[in-house]
């Protein structure tokens, strides 16, 4: 089986390839986004000051998915690398780092749900039943994020042997617990007691809890490519680096969204705490326009990984071209949608019976949604663009690009545009952002192929 799963990254078709790896994430993503929104829309029914609390908890979830996908993206990374140069004991290594390092984040999220969170809650001025919802939903969503984080890990070991369903599996089966559960503890319905936002994160850790077991199943008893002992399992400082090498420009990357929105949410508040949810209902929609690029990622990255390390230049630039032309087609049709029916997206989120939070939800967010989503072109190359940076093990101009983006242009210009012009303004600080990351991505590439991509391969030939 480790035979055919090399032939297959370094020798099938690459179309055909990247879409059966990429396909399996696809939907699992779309899964989750749609458990996501659902969530939502649950803690919306409740009450606005549920659904304010939710908000301002969600830079703290997207620091937990910051640590798990980065780590996890590292792994990923280093063992379809190895895999590449035929380094077995290598990439073996990795996955068993990869599982110890999920571990400690795991329990390090203990306390941050416990201790850091409600501080940081508090720092909003939010209203006393708004901080006091945050609080609950913190404990829960992000200091039980243990399950999580192995979950994760378990999704990028599997991705990078090329092995897609298992974690898809993981995702349908976690996304469809929580759909489930979701109404019936946060109103109370049958055997439950009426638990409001506490109720929604229980159920999301209830089936991140049984993601993670089939996660721990497919990677321990199911593949066969990867031998992962973890009672003869010994630290190695050199695969640490490897893993963070790419791995941590990864985290920074995703823990400057979860900045950019907790500065985008202190910006906002300051006209309007229906403002700060509009801007967590874009972000629960943008997923699923975001989630199908992010899994035709994962089904590139190994694809990548492996034929860099094989020196193969044909083939790697063959799945990043491919990768980038579907990326964009998403994207086209997620601009097509947001532009056409936002009013139809936010009543979702609203309580029908209130009409005047429906009517200040639909001024506020319908212009917004129409302007974010002139970014979405530009955010396809971005995301494919870090994708070939990860794979090739430049997870720094990943990292450079990210930055720029969501911290050095997009907050200055949000809170510039919102002082001179007000609260319609602020949202055309996202496609500002995009458009300067776009140029900034590219002259990044361009070094990398000027310096070393063109000459892949060459060294073999004695060309280089």
């Not at 803690?43 to 640590?67: D, R, T």
């Not at 006393?128 to 399950?147: K, L, N, R, T, W």
Request: hydrophobic share 55%; glycine share 10%; with cysteine.
């Amino acid at each position: 089986m480790k035979l055919e799963q090399e032939n297959k990254m370094g020798s099938a078709r690459m179309g055909p390839l990247i879409f059966s790896m990429a396909l399996p994430a696809m939907i699992s993503m779309l899964i989750n986004a749609l458990y996501n929104i659902v969530d939502s829309i649950f803690v919306a029914q409740y009450s606005q000051s549920a659904l304010a609390a939710v908000s301002l908890v969600f830079p703290l979830q997207q620091l937990v998915i910051a640590i798990g996908v980065g780590t996890g993206v590292g792994v990923n990374s280093l063992i379809s690398r190895r895999l590449g140069e035929k380094r077995q004991l290598h990439a073996d290594s990795a996955a068993e780092h990869g599982i110890a390092l999920a571990v400690i984040g795991g329990l390090a999220f203990v306390v941050v749900g416990f201790v850091l969170a409600p501080p940081f809650l508090g720092a909003f001025g939010s209203a006393p039943d708004v901080y006091e919802q945050a609080v609950q939903y913190s404990q829960v969503a992000v200091g039980m994020s243990f399950f999580v984080m192995i979950s994760m890990m378990c999704e990028k070991i599997q991705q990078s042997t090329g092995n897609m369903i298992i974690p898809m599996c993981q995702g349908l089966t976690g996304a469809i617990i929580n759909i489930i559960l979701d109404p019936l503890m946060i109103f109370g319905i049958g055997p439950f007691p009426e638990m409001g936002v506490y109720g929604a994160a229980a159920a999301t850790v209830i089936g991140q809890v049984f993601g993670m077991l089939i996660g721990l199943w497919g990677v321990f008893i199911h593949q066969k490519v990867l031998r992962i002992k973890m009672r003869e399992f010994k630290w190695r400082l050199q695969t640490v680096k490897d893993i963070y090498r790419v791995g941590l420009p990864g985290i920074v990357m995703q823990s400057v969204v979860s900045v950019m929105t907790a500065g985008m949410n202190a910006i906002l508040i300051s006209f309007s705490q229906t403002a700060v949810n509009v801007l967590a209902v874009y972000f629960k929609l943008q997923t699923f326009v975001f989630m199908p690029v992010f899994g035709l990622n994962q089904g590139a990255l190994p694809v990548m990984g492996y034929n860099y390390g094989a020196r193969n230049k044909g083939r790697l630039f063959g799945a990043y071209k491919i990768a980038l032309t579907a990326a964009v087609v998403i994207m086209g049709l997620g601009l097509v949608v947001f532009q056409a029916i936002p009013e139809t997206m936010l009543m979702m989120f609203v309580d029908r019976t209130d009409a005047a939070a429906a009517r200040e939800m639909l001024e506020v967010g319908v212009p917004a949604l129409r302007i974010i989503s002139l970014s979405f072109i530009g955010a396809a190359f971005g995301i494919i663009n870090s994708t070939l940076f990860q794979a090739t093990a430049r997870g720094l101009n990943s990292l450079v690009v990210s930055v720029c983006r969501q911290l050095v242009i997009i907050l200055p210009a949000a809170w510039l545009l919102g002082r001179w012009f007000g609260l319609g303004a602020i949202w055309y600080s996202f496609p500002i952002a995009e458009i300067a990351a776009f140029f900034i991505s590219y002259a990044l590439l361009w070094k990398e192929y000027r310096t070393e991509l063109r000459f892949l391969g060459m060294e073999k030939e004695g060309k280089a």
